[in-house]
């Protein structure tokens, strides 16, 4: 157990619903990471929060955006879905920004958009 | 710009026998390297970290890997492979832009043959 927790564990949803995934970080984690799996596009970086600021941008789409909150934990917003959007969408947490520390991976939410 | 090559998508060995998978990576500052396991539905779990001490780094379930500048790679190597590390591994290399960011490879299933 990496001390990550994200929910819900499934969702299922139709085209151009909109959803929140959750993600709460280690306890004393203060940086978030965002990451989408899928089988043709691999383990993708969306976005990273570090104590509420965004810090650093991947490949995330407009539709999609997060924030983290002030008790450190952080929710990734999907919205106008389209059936490419079904992934695996993990949340890592990390105790810094200024030095490469390594991440920890919460468990996933797998969404499937029918 | 930095990047992450794993050489092998697929790699086959029967229990009892060594594992090798191979990870080379590019970057223009002193690296920060990880490799990541993956079983089926489950995060990704830290198996190791290369943050410019020894060369020679030790993980968790009897794996290693060893990080060669002059061949900029860092090989996972494992001496005897187990029916239980047949997962994905991740090889990830950390570069700072501002904020330090991590990169990917595209993972290696990693087969274990009874």
């Known amino acids: 157990d990496s001390g990550v927790t994200q929910t819900p564990k499934h969702l299922i949803t139709a085209t151009g619903q909109r959803v929140t995934l959750r993600c709460s970080p280690r306890s004393g984690d203060l940086s978030v990471y965002w990451y989408q799996q899928s089988l043709d596009q691999g383990l993708q970086f969306l976005i990273q929060?570090?104590?509420?600021?965004?810090?650093a941008k991947g490949n995330i789409l407009e539709r999609f955006s997060a924030q983290q909150f002030p008790d450190l934990h952080s929710e990734l917003n999907l919205s106008s879905l389209e059936l490419g959007d079904s992934a695996l969408y993990f949340c890592a947490s990390s105790s810094g920004h200024h030095s490469p520390y390594e991440q920890y991976f919460g468990p996933g939410t797998r969404l499937t958009v029918t | 710009a930095q990047s992450v090559t794993q050489l092998d998508s697929h790699v086959s060995v029967s229990e009892g026998t060594p594992v090798l998978l191979r990870c080379n990576y590019s970057?223009?500052?002193?690296?920060?390297l990880f490799w990541y396991v993956q079983h089926p539905n489950k995060g990704l779990q830290l198996l190791l970290k290369?943050?410019?001490?020894?060369?020679l780094v030790k993980g968790i379930n009897g794996f290693e890997a060893e990080f060669k500048k002059s061949e900029t790679s860092f090989h996972l190597t494992k001496p005897s492979a187990h029916m239980s590390d047949a997962a994905e591994y991740f090889c990830?290399?950390?570069?700072?832009?501002?904020?330090?960011?991590?990169?990917f490879g595209t993972g290696t299933r990693l087969k274990v043959l009874a």
């Open positions: 970057s223009s500052y002193s690296p920060s």
């Open positions: 290369y943050t410019s001490a020894a060369t």
């Open positions: 929060y570090y104590n509420g600021e965004e810090r």
């Open positions: 990830v290399v950390s570069s700072f832009s501002g904020t330090y960011k991590y990169i």
